[in-house]
């Protein structure tokens, strides 16, 4: 018979980083606000933790990051005047940011790495299983990553994790884990985990990527956790030692994602979620796309 395991409600966005890959439009504006066409990278993130049934949000933020409160907060003034001037489709828009969830905020006093950043919700989070989502990885809603994470672990309780297949000279810039297979073609129970290997040390292709469901196990661990690689707390480390021992908070398993994610974190990639995300855009995919081919023919 199938266990089952408490409702995971709680979200976790860490969104404390300086954003040094974007300066200098980084220098006064939090990466998290950059646009994505026309809405900010961290709105698509709270979307998808809403969307997946996780309404009560926690925001782990630092100095400079004020902006992100403003975001998902009314904007009293800007609504009446676009109410107005009878502008109800921005009015809506703009209001959208601000009832998408219950929005809590702490911040992060030292950048001392992911591992700490997830510890900083431990009073808010308590002792239920909670969702970690970090802002440089956008899911695309149509392949969606978070809901089927959540399945897994209320099934099966303990931790999972996103993964992903990468070409091996990539590995190095992700967290990787050693796997053995379920059976369930997506699903896999990690056995081993470690921080950008290199890749003649990789115990696979598959990559960490932004999405975590994790047993709030997790929370001594970090407490415990020496800083690791950078000289930071790593939740990887953590959750290596949750994989090393069922019985301190549960089996980690993974899934493997094949969907459409946009990384945001690196500039290149940045460029090409925009571009992909307005080409799919019915109000500005057909003209965009038209220009687009327009200018590339130009340049070849």
């Not at 782990?60 to 009314?74: A, M, S, V, Y």
């Not at 239920?128 to 209320?154: K, S, Y």
């Not at 292709?205 to 956790?225: C, K, M, Q, S, W």
């Not at 790593?234 to 993974?254: C, F, M, R, S, W």
């Amino acid at each position: 018979m199938t266990q089952s395991h408490p409702r995971i409600s709680k979200a976790v966005i860490p969104a404390a980083g300086l954003g040094t890959r974007f300066l200098p439009a980084t220098k006064a504006t939090p990466k998290e606000m950059l646009p994505v066409v026309d809405k900010p990278a961290i709105q698509y993130v709270v979307e998808e933790a809403v969307t997946a049934g996780l309404s009560d949000v926690l925001m782990i933020t630092g100095r400079n990051k004020r902006p992100l409160e403003d975001h998902f907060d009314r904007n009293y003034e800007l609504e009446s005047a676009l109410t107005r001037k009878g502008d109800a489709a921005r009015l809506k828009k703009v209001q959208e940011s601000s009832d998408l969830a219950t929005m809590h905020y702490v911040r992060q006093g030292d950048p001392r790495g992911l591992g700490h950043a997830v510890l900083c919700a431990a009073p808010h989070v308590g002792d239920q299983p909670f969702a970690v989502l970090l802002g440089d990885d956008l899911i695309d809603p149509r392949d969606p990553l978070l809901a089927r994470m959540v399945e897994i672990q209320e099934r099966e309780g303990g931790s999972v994790i996103a993964l992903m297949e990468v070409a091996p000279e990539q590995i190095h810039q992700y967290g990787c884990a050693a796997v053995e297979p379920t059976a369930e073609g997506d699903v896999v129970r990690i056995t081993g985990l470690v921080e950008k290997p290199e890749a003649d040390e990789a115990p696979s292709n598959l990559a960490i990527i932004g999405r975590y469901v994790l047993d709030p196990a997790v929370f001594e661990i970090l407490r415990r956790t020496e800083p690791g690689r950078g000289g930071e707390i790593q939740l990887t480390d953590a959750l290596q030692l949750l994989a090393e021992d069922e019985k301190t908070g549960g089996p980690v398993h993974g899934v493997v994602f094949k969907g459409r994610r946009y990384d945001t974190g690196d500039r290149s990639d940045y460029l090409r979620a925009i571009v992909r995300l307005a080409c799919e855009r019915e109000d500005l995919g057909p003209d965009f796309k038209t220009w687009l081919r327009s200018y590339v023919t130009e340049e070849m």
